[in-house]
């Protein structure tokens, strides 16, 4: 049997994700309750990531672990590699098996027995809801799932970073005032078969993360000119016609394999043009505009004075500031575009790995910005 677990985080956080994924899968359609993975059991999840941080920790041969842990049975499993002989989990083990998985997709599979919990494999492909937690780095992990639908990045339930815990708003609470903000956000319930996804602008963030350069990213409507105002003249990198990739996969079935591929490829595409110097312009379908342009403050406007700051942290608290006050160039020329052009909404990623999605509130007549790295990890 493993000892008690002295990760204090992992006792405290352990209750609240056995809630989600209960939560979740009770929301979900009786007939599709059976391909759903099993929910996590409050011992299990608080033992795992007591074990993972401990691993965390620790180095082989000069290397941290990166590793993503899958609470499930092989039969539960895609394309899964069963070793011979199970491995108790623990953090030595971790730490030897974690140079077999750092490639993205590919997770150790973790299950239980009278004796506690093992690792008996691999699998490179797991079901909807199952709880996964992803080692980041020394003393950085993510609880998450796999979207219903399969699509693109994993869904955050809880990031614990030392002895510092963030628990996702699923809800989206703190943006309950803009529903520009809720429209772009990337749905937290629990899908109940294939269909629809919006979550372009979190890939995008996922592929501006990936290129390291930072990067502002201006959504506009479509079919205007306006925003045109709030931009340097003549620009030095316009694209006409627009280029319309991401539009046209959206168009198409869905259901296939090749469709997530495609557009997740299209919108690499795009994510390559924002590490360029200068602001990416696409329309609220996504269709690219330009890039490369610089903001202006608009000749009929005020400077923005004034905004306010939330993240989708349970618990978190609104802030009001400046946004001069809340980072550097690329923020406030973000804050000013929102402010002048009301109807768009701006993505900005900075080289220390935040990302704040500004949009204009309505309710609170000021620029709102959501920081949604918490969403990206």
């Keep these: 049997m493993l000892s008690e677990p002295t990760y204090l985080a992992a006792r405290v956080v352990a209750p609240m994700i056995e809630t989600h994924f209960a939560r979740h899968r009770a929301a979900a359609r009786p007939r599709d309750v059976a391909q759903l993975a099993p929910p996590p059991d409050v011992q299990w999840v608080e033992t795992i990531i007591d074990v993972a941080f401990w691993a965390s920790l620790r180095r082989e041969e000069g290397y941290s672990p990166k590793i993503s842990l899958a609470l499930l049975p092989p039969d539960k499993a895609i394309q899964p590699v069963v070793f011979a002989h199970k491995r108790r989990l623990m953090p030595y083990n971790l730490l030897k098996l974690a140079p077999a998985v750092e490639q993205p997709g590919i997770h150790l599979g973790v299950w239980y027995d009278a004796d506690g919990l093992y690792v008996w494999g ?7 809801l199952c709880f996964v937690l992803e080692v980041i780095e020394p003393g950085l992990l993510v609880v998450k799932h796999r979207r219903a639908d399969g699509f693109g990045k994993f869904v955050n339930v809880a990031i614990l970073r030392g002895d510092q815990l963030q628990l996702v708003d699923a809800d989206n609470a703190v943006v309950s005032d803009c529903p520009a903000l809720q429209a772009f956000l990337p749905e937290h319930t629990l899908a109940t078969e294939m269909g629809e996804t919006d979550n372009v602008l979190v890939e995008l963030a996922s592929a501006m993360r990936a290129h390291g350069r930072g990067g502002l990213v201006l959504i506009v409507p479509p079919n205007s000119q306006d925003w045109q105002a709030s931009i340097v003249q003549p620009m030095t990198y316009p694209v006409t016609p627009a280029y319309m990739g991401i539009a046209e996969m959206q168009r198409e079935d869905q259901t296939e394999r090749k469709w997530q591929d495609g557009l997740l490829r299209n919108i690499g595409i795009v ?3 924002t590490a360029v110097d200068g602001a ?3 329309t609220r379908d996504y269709h690219l505009l330009a890039f490369g ?3 202006a403050r608009a000749e009929n406007s005020t400077p923005v004075d004034k905004m306010v700051l939330t993240e989708p942290v349970v618990g978190s608290v609104v802030q009001h500031l400046h946004p ?7 923020h406030l020329a973000a804050a000013q575009f929102v402010h002048d052009q009301r109807d768009s909404l701006a993505l900005v990623a900075s080289q220390d790995g935040y990302f704040t999605l500004f949009a204009w509130s ?7 910005a959501h920081r949604i790295d918490v969403l990206l990890l």
């Design 293 to 295: 342009v610089k903001v």
């Design 122 to 128: 691999t699998a490179i492909g797991i079901p909807p």
């Design 362 to 368: 309505v309710t609170l007549e000021m620029v709102h």
């Design 324 to 330: 001069a006050q809340n980072g550097g160039t690329r």
């Design 280 to 282: 990416t312009v696409i």
């Design 271 to 273: 994510g390559g043009f």
